[in-house]
Nanobody, 117 residues
């Protein structure tokens, strides 16, 4: 059984930085895609960043140049990160990781990021 566990959220002042982590555990041979989403109160869940199996990345326009998605699968860590810098109050949301593993979709439990002005 594959599980995703997120960590790294918290409260930060505007202009600050946070790094989110999402570790996949279980019997994993390959990860097809890694993504980060976020959902603010009253809003739909939106995709923030994606990394495909070849390492290609794509970002939501509002976070380009500020957020960086990366992965660490050395020693079977199977972890995806989201480095967030120059944070803005509008980045406040619950952040979720999503992985497509063996062509099955898995979600993390979500972690709260709050940016104060």
């Amino acid at each position: 059984q594959v599980q995703l566990v997120e960590s790294g959220g918290g409260l930060v002042q505007a202009g600050g930085s946070l790094r989110l982590s999402c570790a996949a555990s279980g019997s994993i041979v390959s990860i097809n895609r890694m993504e980060w989403y976020r959902q603010a109160p009253g809003n739909e869940r939106e995709r923030v960043a994606v990394m495909d199996s070849a390492g290609g990345t794509n970002y939501r326009d509002s976070v380009k140049g500020r957020f960086t998605i990366s992965r660490d699968n050395a020693n079977a860590k199977n972890t995806v990160y989201l480095q967030m810098t120059s944070l803005k109050p509008e980045d406040t949301a619950v952040y979720y990781c999503k992985m497509v593993i063996h062509y099955v979709v898995y979600w993390g439990q979500g972690t709260q990021v709050t940016v104060s002005s």
